[in-house]
């Protein structure tokens, strides 16, 4: 039924860009979509998170480098990625909320892979 496909992953030298994509499908109404990364054998951390209003949250880590952005039309999110470091490399997924409530359904994308060579 719902589906958050993600594309534009890859491998990149240190300093270069990527820009990730996230298509929700089968939703119908999204709050608060962002982008989370884990590292293999780490807990799952925050990227960014964009609001339906546009409000936008960083981890400090990310703040400057990277922007997050939003189409409501197409429930998709991306994420900007430039000035990028070896301490990026991890599995980006995104994340869809459909509402405030503690009942309302999370998804999450499948992931995709980004690795920033030294």
């Known amino acids: 039924q719902v589906q958050l496909v993600e594309s534009g992953g890859g491998l990149v030298q240190a300093g270069g860009s990527l820009r990730l994509s996230c298509e929700a499908s089968?939703?119908?109404?999204?709050?608060?979509m962002g982008w989370y990364r884990q590292i293999l054998g780490q807990q799952r951390e925050l990227v960014a998170t964009?609001?339906?209003?546009?409000?936008?949250t960083y981890a400090e880590s990310a703040q400057g480098r990277f922007t997050v952005s939003r189409d409501n039309a197409k429930n998709a999110v991306y994420l900007q990625m430039d000035s990028l470091k070896p301490e990026d490399t991890a599995v980006y997924y995104c994340?869809?909320?459909?509402?405030?409530?503690?009942?309302?359904?999370?998804?999450w994308g499948q992931g995709t892979q980004v690795t920033v060579s030294s």
């Open positions: 089968g939703i119908i109404f999204s709050t608060t």
């Open positions: 994340r869809v909320e459909t509402g405030v409530a503690v009942e309302s359904p999370v998804y």
């Open positions: 964009i609001t339906r209003s546009g409000r936008t």
